[in-house]
């Protein structure tokens, strides 16, 4: 059995932001298992539709099947863009049930193998849509409260070995982001224009910034959040 510090689970690891954190864990060597609605490339994929409670514990069920898991990636998403007013209480619901629900959900399923190992990586994908954007009720909302969960896991697992951080992502270029900014809209041309480093960002690096808080050097920094955005949070994110 693959050593239980090297097997590595990623939400919503078949394409995009997943897919590459994936990868890069591929070519570390590790066991990478992706739970996805659709089947991934690379690694194993557990398939199952993650908006549903039932759904993701049988799923989870299957991973843990072949072995523990001690570093996680709660990286599925979506993001319903609307307006205050024509945001409807079930895109909020669904956005809570995939984006916030999920992630608690899979993370106590790991805890017990990481518990045991005495050790473990829990990385929450949140969003720079946490610290405010137009259009983003029901996903700013659940977003953010990744945020605060990350915190409040650091606080209770540290003692375990179990470091606990999370990534807002600016702009990244994923068929999520382009579902979302349609090429031809004038908001998403401001929004390029805006980032400090003048391109959008790609796959690969929000995954380098993920592994660096995979790795196992990184136990001494928990309950953080890392914008990778090209810079457009400075001056709007909290010190």
Not at 30 to 38: F, K, L, T
Not at 41 to 57: E, F, H, K, R, Y
Not at 159 to 170: A, D, K, M, Q, R
Not at 197 to 214: C, N, Q, S, W, Y
Request: aromatic share 4%; hydrophobic share 45%.
């Amino acid at each position: 059995m693959t050593h239980p510090t090297e097997r590595l689970l990623i939400t919503g690891g078949a394409s995009g932001i997943g897919r590459s954190i994936a990868e890069e864990g591929l070519s570390l060597g590790w066991d990478v298992v992706v739970i996805d609605r659709d089947k991934a490339s690379v690694g194993q994929t557990v398939t199952a539709d993650l908006s549903d409670p039932d759904a993701t514990a049988a799923a989870l069920e299957e991973a843990l099947a072949t072995g523990p898991v001690t570093r996680l990636v709660n990286n599925v998403g979506a993001v319903f863009p609307h307006s205050l007013e024509d945001q409807t209480l079930a895109e909020v619901d669904a956005a809570h049930a995939l984006n916030l629900r999920c992630a608690v959900q899979c993370a106590q399923a790991v805890l017990p193998g990481m518990k045991t190992a005495g050790f473990g990586r829990i990385v929450n994908m949140s969003s720079r849509a946490a610290l405010g954007k137009e259009l983003r009720t029901a996903y700013a909302a659940s977003k953010a409260a990744l945020i605060g969960l990350t915190r409040v896991w650091a606080l209770e697992l540290g003692e375990h070995g179990i470091t606990v951080n999370s990534i807002g992502p600016g702009p990244i270029a994923t068929d999520l982001f382009s579902r979302a900014n349609p090429d031809d809209s004038p908001r998403t041309r401001a929004i390029v224009e805006s980032v400090p480093v003048r391109r959008i960002g790609t796959p690969e690096d929000v995954a380098h910034a993920a592994f660096f808080f995979l790795s196992e050097r990184a136990g001494f920094v928990t309950g953080q959040t890392l914008y990778v955005c090209g810079g457009m949070t400075v001056g709007v994110a909290p010190a």
